[in-house]
């Protein structure tokens, strides 16, 4: 993928927004995920909150991007993916870090989040990376809003998938995530990773760190069950009982939202019901992340609720995820 033709005429993601994002030309214009063709990063660091055979003992070694092309209303890293928070850096420099990272902290693996809007540049660091003898498992953690076409040209310069399936519902989608498409793309988009990685190999082996494959996540947002529901029904109907699927009740308001529903966090009515379902459709490689107890509508803080403004963001990273 050459980088500066990616960026000249972007249609990177399904929103084919057919921009100029060359920060340097005079018409440039930037598309929906609100970058230019300049690399920017909000966060680096190791990770504790991931499922266990992503974060291990180590930790995962996380680059949050600044942007993003599906920008959700109730998006939980909403000071980096809307409101631009983030600082321009080159692919040297950036992959120093990244060694740093690997040889300083000893993490498991090189977590690259919300990167879709980069693809171009994640490929040469990959390469850099990989050139300087540095062969980690790279992760991919998307939202699931990704072409084919861009997920084939990924496939070199990956080694796990870890996609969201947000959606099962287009109204729901469009009202949340400007994207009526998102089901009917996700599916593909899953359905090319999984072709590419099969499906995430620690849940098949036992083995407990992650190299390769695809886990799906699926956040549980309050009074949408319905969605969820079908949304896992959907993932089991097309991929089986194999597919590893990860639970996430961690929803906060962290904006007001429009559809007052989204003002507070999941119930653990609302959880248990979507969990169960689950469990009845049989899926055998289940991460469940259970709600805290006495979570309240008045409840704000919580360890997977990031404020990218402070040097940690993540600072109470205890509360990982569960194998069920
Ligand atoms: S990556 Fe950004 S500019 Fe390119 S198509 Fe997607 S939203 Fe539009």
Known sequence: MDLIESYRDCVL????????????????????????????V???????????????KNGSGT?????????????????ISHAGLGRSTGLEELGA?????????????????TLDHFFPHIFQLVSLLRRDGFNP??????????????????????????PDFKYSDPSLATALSKCNNYPQIALEAIAEMVSQKGFLDSSLTGAPLATRGVLIRHLILPGKVANSINALTTLFVEFGPDLPLSLMSQYQPV?????DDLNRPVSE?????????AQELGFEHLFVQFPEKGTSQHQVLSPFLPDFERPDPFPATDARQSGA
């Open 137 to 162: 498992p790279i992760i991919y953690n998307l939202s699931g809003y990704q072409t084919v076409a861009s997920l084939k040209s990924a496939k070199d310069y990956v080694d796990i998938y870890l």
């Open 255 to 259: 904006v007001h939202q429009e559809d």
């Open 63 to 79: 680059i949050f991007f600044t942007g993003c092309s599906l920008k959700c209303s109730f998006c939980q890293n909403h000071q």
């Open 13 to 40: 993601c399904p929103r084919q927004c057919r921009v100029n994002r060359m920060a340097d030309c005079d018409d440039a214009r930037i598309g929906f995920c609100g970058e230019t063709d300049q690399l920017r």
């Open 42 to 56: 909000a966060h680096f660091g190791p990770h504790f909150g991931e499922e266990p055979p992503i974060s291990g």
């Open 97 to 113: 870090k990244i060694i740093d990272m690997v040889e300083l902290d000893h993490v498991h693996n090189i977590n690259f989040v």
């Open 269 to 277: 009515e609302e959880f248990d019901r979507v969990y169960s379902h």
